[in-house]
T-cell receptor
Framework: SAVISQKPSRDICQRGTSLTIQCQVD?????MFWYRQQPGQSLTLIAT?????????ESGFVIDKFPISRPNLTFSTLTVSNMSPEDSSIYLC???????????FGEGSRLTVL | GQNIDQPTEMTATEGAIVQINCTYQ??????LFWYQQHAGEAPTFLSY????GLEEKGRFSSFLSRSKGYSYLLLKELQMKDSASYLC?????????????FGTGTRLKVLA
C-alpha cells in the first residue's frame, strides 16, 4: 500500500495558538480522512477530504476549528485552531488502499497544549 | 448514527486463543475491518470482511454476521508481541461516500 508521511510527529503548543499538520502521500489518492485519538481512546473521525471540494465534517467538528486543505491528490493539511488543553491528542491522517479499501495511516501527530 | 462496541480490556496467556468481539449498528454497512495498534504507533490493518463467514490469515481470523451486526477477531497461539489494542472499524456508505468509523477498541494483555 501507499505510504503517508505526516509532520510534525509531535509538538507542544501554547493555548490560543494554531498548528497545521501536513500529510504527504506517495501516490495519488481520492479520499483522505482525518482522525483524532485522545489518550486511551479509539479513533474519532474529524472529516473526510476529497480533492477539489470542501471537506465533510462529522458531528461535533466544525471548519472554523479544524480547517482542512486538499490542494491536490497527494497532499492534505489539518489545522487545529485556537487550541486549548482539551485539544491535546494524537491526530492521524489516512487514506484508502485500492485493494480491499482498508485504511492506511500516517505516523500521527501528538499535540500537547499547555 | 453508528454504534460500534468492543470490550474495553482482555487478558490472555501466551500460547492461548482469544476472541475479541465487535457489535455494530449502522445503516450503510459496506465492510468491516480489524486493526492492531501498539502503544505510540499508528493502527495497522489486520483483516477485512464484507460477506458473512470466516476469513483466515495465519494466526488471525475474522468472522462476520451482517444479520446480527457482529464480528469477532480470533487470535491463535498468542505471543507477547500481540499485546496491543485491537480496533474494529465499519465502512459506511450512507452519505454517498465511504467513511470509516472505529469501535471503542480492546486493549489486549498477553501474559507469560
Amino acid at each position: 500500500s501507499a505510504v503517508i508521511s505526516q509532520k510534525p510527529s509531535r509538538d507542544i503548543c501554547q493555548r490560543g495558538t494554531s498548528l497545521t499538520i501536513q500529510c504527504q502521500v506517495d501516490s495519488q489518492v481520492t479520499m483522505m480522512f482525518w482522525y483524532r485519538q485522545q489518550p486511551g481512546q479509539s479513533l474519532t473521525l474529524i472529516a473526510t477530504a476529497n480533492q477539489g471540494s470542501e471537506a465533510t465534517y462529522e458531528s461535533g467538528f466544525v471548519i472554523d476549528k479544524f480547517p482542512i486543505s486538499r490542494p491536490n491528490l497527494t497532499f492534505s493539511t489539518l489545522t487545529v485552531s485556537n487550541m486549548s488543553p482539551e485539544d491535546s491528542s494524537i491526530y492521524l491522517c489516512s487514506s484508502r488502499d485500492r485493494g480491499n479499501g482498508e485504511l492506511f495511516f500516517g505516523e500521527g501527530s501528538r499535540l500537547t497544549v499547555l | 448514527g453508528q454504534n460500534i462496541d468492543q470490550p474495553t480490556e482482555m487478558t490472555a496467556t501466551e500460547g492461548a486463543i482469544v476472541q475479541i468481539n465487535c457489535t455494530y449498528q449502522t445503516s450503510g454497512f459496506n465492510g468491516l475491518f480489524w486493526y492492531q495498534q501498539h502503544a505510540g504507533e499508528a493502527p495497522t490493518f489486520l483483516s477485512y470482511n464484507v460477506l458473512d463467514g470466516l476469513e483466515e490469515k495465519g494466526r488471525f481470523s475474522s468472522f462476520l454476521s451482517r444479520s446480527k451486526g457482529y464480528s469477532y477477531l480470533l487470535l491463535k497461539e498468542l505471543q507477547m508481541k500481540d499485546s496491543a489494542s485491537y480496533l474494529c472499524a465499519v465502512r459506511d456508505g450512507t452519505s454517498g461516500t465511504y467513511k470509516y468509523i472505529f469501535g471503542t477498541g480492546t486493549r489486549l494483555k498477553v501474559l507469560a
